[in-house]
């Protein structure tokens, strides 16, 4: 099975801040990832999908990229709305859609 | 829009099974992946399994012995059985709608608490 790898676990920032979280699979998925937001008590978000896509809606400050088992989701300017914690989840069909641990962005 | 609500019981006495429904309006069964997620209290999603409109299923494999994904189109909905649960299976359940193809997209229900307790 593919295991996703997120890192960091939780990072504290300031608003303007650029924040950016790293998510690794054990094996090559291409570009079948999608990063989820999630605030407390709330259904997971999605934000980016195929690794790259900006969902309609996001705020063009998300950013995905990657291809293969290496991705980033950047948020080049945080905004109070985007103090959530975050998930990679892979969508390859030769292994069950495993999520990352999960990355909380806290206020500095 | 679509729009996705789980229902079932809150709580559930450990060795028994867990089922819930997710009802669906707005949208067509063909070519999405009907999904649930879960979440234990306090901790990351749990990806539990999908089934696609031709009957198709896949499971976790942590889960598979003993969970059943089934499909009602006649009632716009889809269910979850969970078979010999525990305190482990205690979490947020979420039903989705994920888009073939698409990567990620779709739509999410709100969740609904199960506290599996005796």
């Known amino acids: 099975d593919i295991q996703m790898t997120q890192s960091p676990s939780a990072l504290s920032a300031s608003v303007g801040d650029r924040v950016t979280i790293t998510c690794r699979a054990s094996q090559s998925i291409g570009y079948w990832l999608a990063w989820f937001q999630q605030k407390p008590g709330k259904a997971p978000k999605v934000v980016i999908y195929k690794a790259s896509s900006l969902e309609s809606g996001v705020p063009s400050t998300f950013s995905g990229s990657g291809y293969g088992a290496e991705f980033t989701l950047t948020i080049s300017s945080l905004q109070p709305d985007d103090f959530a914690t975050y998930y990679c989840?892979?969508?390859?069909?030769?292994?069950?859609?495993?999520f990352g641990q999960g990355t909380r962005v806290e206020m500095k | 829009q679509v729009q996705l609500q789980e229902s079932g019981p809150g709580l559930v006495k450990p060795s028994e099974t867990l089922s819930l429904s997710c009802s669906v309006s707005g949208g067509s069964f063909s070519g999405h992946h009907w999904s649930w997620i879960r979440q234990p209290p306090g901790k990351g999603l749990e990806w539990i399994g999908y089934?696609?409109?031709?009957?198709?299923?896949k499971y976790h494999p942590s889960l598979q012995s003993r969970v059943t994904i089934s499909l009602d189109t006649s009632k716009s909905q889809f269910s979850l059985k969970l078979t010999s649960v525990t305190a482990a299976d205690t979490a947020v359940y979420y039903c989705?709608?994920?888009?073939?193809?698409?990567?990620?997209?779709?739509?999410w229900g709100q969740g609904t608490l199960v506290t599996v307790s005796s």
């Open positions: 989705a709608m994920l888009i073939e193809g698409a990567g990620g997209r779709g739509y």
């Open positions: 089934i696609q409109y031709t009957g198709g299923t």
């Open positions: 989840q892979h969508y390859s069909y030769d292994s069950p859609w495993t």
